[in-house]
């Protein structure tokens, strides 16, 4: 079952216009098949029982993900939809287009991979540690020679 809901995207700011032959009427239900089908590839990803977890912050990042999946999916149809336009004006939308869903999809596989690997924060797999060192032989016994 999706963590997201319609009007999550359209919070997102994806309004029906941005996508043709879609109005007001059946927009939510043409997000909501986009939604599932996300929905599907991000559960089989990281597995149903991290998909379903209560355990913050992983019911959050799994939310985040979906919702960039999903916004990932709709940029690259507008892409679509814009492609077979050569007007010069549409090449810097497209080009701005590409850069929000390549910007979505590194948001969401940096969050599936958090997810998969069971990390929950950004410096879980930070080691540290130090060297100390000295020109001085301890060996010999003799530090003043």
């Known amino acids: 079952m999706p963590v997201i809901e319609a009007q999550d995207l359209r919070d997102l700011g994806f309004i029906p216009e941005m996508f043709q032959g879609q109005n007001a009427g059946t927009f939510d239900a043409w997000l909501m098949g986009i939604i599932a089908e996300q929905d599907a590839i991000l559960s089989g990803r990281i597995g149903a029982a991290v998909y379903a977890s209560a355990v913050e912050p992983v019911p959050t990042y799994v939310k985040r993900a979906e919702k960039c999946l999903c916004s990932a999916e709709l940029y690259q149809r507008r892409l679509n939809r814009l492609a077979g336009n050569t007007d010069e004006g549409i090449a810097a939308l497209v080009s701005a287009l590409?850069?929000?869903?390549?910007?979505?999809l590194d948001e969401a596989e940096s969050l599936?991979?958090?997810?998969?690997n069971g990390t929950t924060s950004d410096g879980a797999d930070f080691a540290g540690g130090y060297l100390e060192s000295?020109?001085?032989?301890?060996?010999?016994?003799?530090?003043?020679?």
């Open 98 to 104: 590409k850069k929000s869903l390549q910007g979505y």
């Open 134 to 145: 000295s020109h001085f032989d301890d060996a010999s016994g003799d530090l003043n020679a």
């Open 112 to 116: 599936i991979a958090k997810l998969a």
